[in-house]
Structures are given as structure tokens and as C-alpha cells.
């Protein structure tokens, strides 16, 4: 009863209400590259994102003005939404950094595609201009989708923002391999580096809110508005428990997403991304699927400890809190 | 204390832009100079393909003169290359030019002049089981040439074999980078009689 006063509250805004309305209008540049990607570029990325992109941008603008205060969500507060989804995308690309210094991860190699279809360039895609566009619409994407975060959570906690984190993976887990040609084999490196940046994501996103907590005070009205917010209560050994079997379930949808999708591309004699050696994933015999049983395995050994550990801590009522 | 602040807003500024300056960085010093490298050694490593017979298909009058046709296959190989990522891809062949003259005893038999705006390539678009069958299609690539000559020349003796001296220049484009190459080259020519089929 109560997650459905929450989606339709007018108080909350709720999910099916403005906080899930402004969350797709301000995640929208990833749905111009999603349209992009999955009618295999037959739409321009120019095309896609002034429909799916500008265009939301713009309903939202005018939207956020409209915003009633006393949800909580406030056009102050998606200004500093703003601030703090600069966090996310900037340690998710810092991860990403060492990928490529360690394992020669192109990470950017599709910026250079964004941007020409953007630019509409004629001749090589390899530029600056191109790469300096698709940067663009990248760091777009990441701020777009750390602000659909922020305004759905009411609270940011480090478990929302993993459950986040986690999503984000499997779709970029699920599209890339399938409607990008570069990635249609990727090796198990991309899978990881995929997981582990958008993991850098997550803590990007729990993070910023302490960040500018510190070095900025709330206002008398911003102070109301939390004391609104009912106290929270988990340790943080219940939370690194729920991360942990969050990760097992995440790692069997990625061994089976890499069974499926990987499997039913027709074998190939390149090595796309030229990685060396195949990894352990990809040993006859050890088939990917089988990745998924030590993740379930982990998954069901971490629920379990979040949940006992969760009612020792009502039992409890424990002081210690994330 | 203004000191400080100033202090974390430049390292904040760093942190924010150190992700994409490392990008650029390494576009300049990493990803140009492989593409490049890929490039050349693609293009360098490109042959050219004339096949060693042409077919005497038919006469026809032009004017006052009967006119013989000859075709035979001309083009370049080892298109396939792969790209700084690993990914494979065919280069574009655009203004494939092929000029040859067939000489019997002194006598021009034929002359070539063909021109190709493009040759055909996978566009990247398709989905990867497309893509890959149409990369090893396209490696080696031969078209049908058009070459005519006065059908007066022609007897028996020099339907055999005759001299032919040939010409190709094209222009490959890489991932980045373009080159003009230009083969030339003499080989005997195995002129088939298909007129009466």
C-alpha cells in the first residue's frame, strides 16, 4: 500500500507521477542514442536526439518551474541534482581510464561514431570534432541518467544507488552487444570493464550528495524538507550484504546475457578488440552459463545474510547507520 | 580559507576534465597513430588482380568498321584490414581506373579504358552476422572490363595469346587516411572465343 501512495502521492510526486515524468525527460539523451543503436543507425543520431532529446529538454525546462514545493522536489533541488550528477559519469570514466592503460580498452571508440552521425561528417569519422560531439552526448547520457536517479530516489542511499548502477549495466550489458557491430563479440574484458565502471557509477552517485553536503549547508527550508524524510535505518553490514548478493544476481544475468547474446553471434576469426589471451569464460567446456551458478550461489548466501542481518537490526535497533 | 577553496574548485576542475584530457591525450598519441599505421599497411599490402585470359564474346558495326568486344576481370586484392580496434573492415577502392592495350605482332588487337566509381563494401551498419560474411566477400574484389578493338585484326594465330600491357590506379581510403596506387604491368593474355556460344 504504501509503494503505491508513493508512485501516484502528490506529495512525493511519485513514480507515475512527475518524479517518473522528469526522470525520462532528463535520462532522454540516452534514449536518442537508444533509438540510434537499435534501428542499426538508420536514424541519425542528429535525428534522435532533437526528438528525444532537445525536445524533452525543453518540455522540462519550463516543467521544473512548475514544480510544487512542497513534494520535496523543487526547481532548487533539481538545480542541485545537476551539480551532483557531474559526480557519477566523472568516476565512471575515471574507472575506465586504467582499462585502457592495462588492457588497451578503446573506450572512446564510440564517440567518434556519435559524433559523426551528429555532424553528418563526410569522409573519415576519426577526428577531433567528431570525438569532441559524441564526448558531448556521453557526458550528456551519464548527467542525464545520474538526474533520473536523483529524482526518483527520495533518499540517495548506497544501495539504491547500486540497484541503479546495476540496471545500468545490464542494459548497456544487453544493447551494445546487440545492436552495435564493434561490440557484437566483445570479450569477457568488456563485460567486466561494463560492470565495473558503472559500478564506479553507483559509488559516484551515493557520493556526490556527501560531497557538496560538506561543503555546503543547507538552507533553513532544505533542513524542513529532510526532517521530513522518515530517519534511516541500516548498518553497514546489512547494506554491504545487499551490495554483494545484488552483485551475485547481477553476475548470473551477465553470464547468462553473455551466454546468449555472445553464443549467437556466428563465430569469428577476428579478434575484435585484440585482447590476447581468451579469458577463462571462454574455455571449451567451461561454458559461460556456468558463471551463473556461483553467482546465484552468492546472490542467495548475501540475500540471506542481508535479511537476518536486517531484522538483528530492528530486533536491535541499531545505532549505527549508512 | 579563500586559499583553500580556490585550491579544491582547481582540483575538482582536474578531476572533472582529467577522464576526457586523458581521451584526448591519447587520441593523439595512441589512436591516430594506430589507425595510421593500420592504414598504410593495409594499403601497402593491397595487389592487384588481371586475370589471365579474356573473352572474345561478340562483333558488332560501328560506322563503317566491325568492332570486336573482349571482356576480362580486373581488380585489386587484400582489401581485408583490421581497424585500431581489432575490428575488421575491407578499405574503400574508389576511382579504379584500368587502362590496357592487347599487342599481336606490332598490332594493337584491343584496347581497355574502364573507370569504377566505387567498388563495393560493407557499410557498418549491418548486424554482425552480415557484416562478417560481407568483409570476406569483399577482401578480394575483381570486376568485368570492357575492352574493344577492330575486329580486322583478329585471326586464328592471334586468338591464342596475345600481349597485353595494362594499367590500374585507384584511390584506397582507410579508416583515416587516403592513398593513390597505381600498378602497371605486361603478361601474355589467353583470348577465349565465345562468339559462337
New interface residues.
Given amino acids: 500500500m504504501s509503494i503505491l501512495n508513493y508512485l501516484v502521492s502528490k506529495e512525493g510526486g511519485g513514480w507515475l507521477g512527475y518524479r517518473g515524468l522528469f526522470a525520462v525527460l532528463l535520462s532522454s539523451p540516452q534514449l536518442g542514442l537508444f533509438v540510434y543503436w537499435v534501428t542499426?543507425?538508420?536514424v541519425s543520431l542528429s535525428a534522435s536526439m532533437f526528438y528525444l532529446t532537445l525536445l524533452p529538454m525543453i518540455a522540462a525546462i519550463p516543467l521544473i518551474s512548475l514544480l510544487p514545493g512542497k513534494s520535496g522536489l523543487t526547481a532548487k533541488k533539481i538545480a542541485t541534482f545537476a551539480i551532483w550528477g557531474?559526480v557519477a559519469y566523472?568516476l565512471y570514466?575515471?574507472a575506465?581510464?586504467p582499462m585502457?592503460i592495462f588492457f588497451g580498452i578503446?573506450f572512446?571508440?564510440h564517440?567518434f561514431d556519435w559524433g559523426a552521425s551528429i555532424l553528418g561528417s563526410q569522409?573519415?569519422?576519426?577526428t577531433?570534432q567528431n570525438?569532441t560531439t559524441g564526448?558531448m552526448t556521453h557526458i550528456l547520457r551519464g548527467w542525464g541518467f545520474a538526474m533520473a536517479y536523483y529524482i526518483l530516489v527520495r533518499r540517495v542511499t548506497m544501495i539504491s544507488a547500486f540497484i541503479f548502477g546495476m540496471f545500468m549495466t545490464v542494459f548497456y550489458w544487453i544493447v551494445f552487444p546487440v545492436f552495435v557491430?564493434?561490440d557484437?563479440?566483445p570479450p569477457w574484458i568488456w563485460w567486466f570493464t561494463a560492470w565495473m565502471s558503472h559500478l564506479a557509477y553507483a559509488i559516484g552517485l551515493w557520493l556526490a550528495p556527501k560531497i557538496f553536503t560538506k561543503?555546503r549547508k543547507l538552507s533553513p527550508e532544505e533542513t524542513m524538507q529532510e526532517a521530513k524524510i522518515s530517519p534511516y535505518k541500516r548498518s553497514r553490514k546489512t547494506t554491504l550484504y545487499a551490495i554483494l548478493a545484488m552483485q551475485g544476481f547481477g553476475l548470473v544475468i551477465g553470464a547468462l546475457l553473455f551466454g546468449a547474446i555472445v553464443d549467437s553471434?556466428?563465430p569469428?576469426p577476428?579478434?575484435?578488440?585484440?585482447?590476447g589471451k581468451p579469458p577463462p569464460i571462454l574455455i571449451d567446456g567451461l561454458h559461460s552459463y556456468y558463471w551463473a551458478i556461483p553467482g546465484a550461489i552468492i546472490g542467495i548466501v548475501f540475500l540471506y545474510l542481508t535479511m537476518r542481518s536486517q531484522k538483528k537490526e530492528v530486533a536491535s535497533n541499531s545505532t549505527s547507520y549508512t | 580559507m579563500r586559499q583553500r577553496t580556490a585550491l579544491i574548485v582547481v582540483i575538482l576542475v582536474l578531476v572533472y576534465v582529467g577522464p576526457y584530457a586523458f581521451v584526448f591525450g591519447r587520441t593523439a598519441t595512441w589512436t591516430f597513430p594506430r589507425i595510421d599505421e593500420r592504414d598504410f599497411k593495409a594499403m601497402d599490402g593491397v595487389q592487384s588482380s588481371v586475370s589471365s585470359d579474356a573473352n572474345f564474346t561478340h562483333i558488332s558495326k560501328v560506322g563503317n568498321v566491325q568492332e570486336a568486344a573482349y571482356t576480362l576481370k580486373a581488380g585489386v586484392l587484400n582489401r581485408k584490414f583490421l581497424d585500431w580496434v581489432g575490428f575488421p573492415l575491407v578499405l574503400e577502392v574508389n576511382n579504379f581506373t584500368f587502362k590496357g592495350t592487347g599487342i599481336y605482332q606490332n598490332k594493337i588487337v584491343f584496347q581497355c579504358n574502364h573507370f569504377e566509381t566505387a567498388f563495393p563494401k560493407p557499410t557498418g551498419k549491418e548486424p554482425w552476422y552480415i557484416y562478417q560474411p560481407l568483409v570476406d566477400k569483399n577482401d578480394n574484389t575483381t570486376i568485368s572490363i570492357s575492352c574493344s578493338g577492330d575486329a580486322a585484326t583478329i585471326n586464328p594465330a592471334n586468338l591464342g595469346n596475345v600481349n597485353f600491357i595494362w594499367s590500374i590506379s585507384a584511390s584506397l581510403v582507410g579508416d583515416r587516411n587516403e592513398k593513390l596506387r597505381s600498378w602497371n604491368g605486361s603478361q601474355q593474355l589467353l583470348i577465349k572465343d565465345l562468339t559462337s556460344l
Fill in positions: 542499426y543507425q538508420g557531474l566523472t570514466d575515471w575506465r581510464v585502457n578503446p572512446w571508440d564517440w569522409g573519415t569519422i576519426f577531433y570525438l564526448l557491430l564493434t557484437a563479440l561543503y553471434q556466428p569469428s577476428y579478434p575484435v578488440f585484440g585482447y
